[in-house]
């Protein structure tokens, strides 16, 4: 990613101006790190864990009706872990010691999401294709292949969570395993 270094420097000025922050990380709500600065913490299992909870914390926010998903707090024993939107497709999680003063961590996190947010969108506008491929030759006649299901097409859970709101389902979607069932009458 081309903006990696301006990420990883929006991250080291974080940590600069909240001295009570241990870590803090930039990954794709796909689970990749994007950038991190979290000495003692492995990075990939932090971002995957990231995604896990970003998935849950969508999920409760769209079925409270809360809107789209803005941050996560979670508080330990010896201190805590906070996760930001940050863009449409990446989220800020950092680490913090229990004596952090919450309000500091929230508004310096916000900004730094909201930058690191607008250099990873601009990342990747600037990687989609610039021209469209070729078109494809005429098929062959004859029967047409079946068409290969592959693990993401088998299962929901497969899917990357968005950040903005979700659309209301179709109903030729079925309702997932935690979704109640309802019926409609026309």
């Given at each position: 990613m081309a903006a990696q270094p301006e990420i990883l420097a929006e991250l080291r000025q974080l940590r600069a101006r909240v001295p009570q922050l241990t870590g803090a990380l930039v990954a794709g709500?796909?689970?990749?790190?994007?950038?991190?600065?979290?000495?003692?913490?492995e990075a990939e299992g932090m971002a995957a864990l990231t995604a896990t909870s970003l998935a849950v914390a969508v999920r409760l926010a769209d079925t409270t009706g809360r809107g789209a998903f803005r941050e996560l707090l979670v508080r330990g024993v010896h201190g805590y872990v906070a996760t930001y939107a940050a863009g449409e497709s990446a989220v800020l999680t950092v680490l913090a010691q229990d004596r952090v003063n919450v309000g500091r961590l929230h508004l310096e996190s916000r900004r730094c999401g909201t930058r690191v947010g607008e250099l990873v969108d601009a990342a990747e506008r600037t990687r989609a294709p610039a021209a469209t491929p070729p078109p494809a030759a005429a098929p062959a006649p004859g029967p047409a292949p079946a068409p290969t299901r592959t693990a993401a097409a088998r299962t929901r859970s497969a899917r990357t969570p968005r950040l903005t709101t979700t659309e209301p389902r179709t109903a030729t979607e079925p309702p997932t395993a935690t979704e109640p069932r309802t019926t409609t009458e026309s």
């Open positions: 709500v796909d689970g990749l790190v994007l950038a991190h600065d979290t000495p003692g913490v």
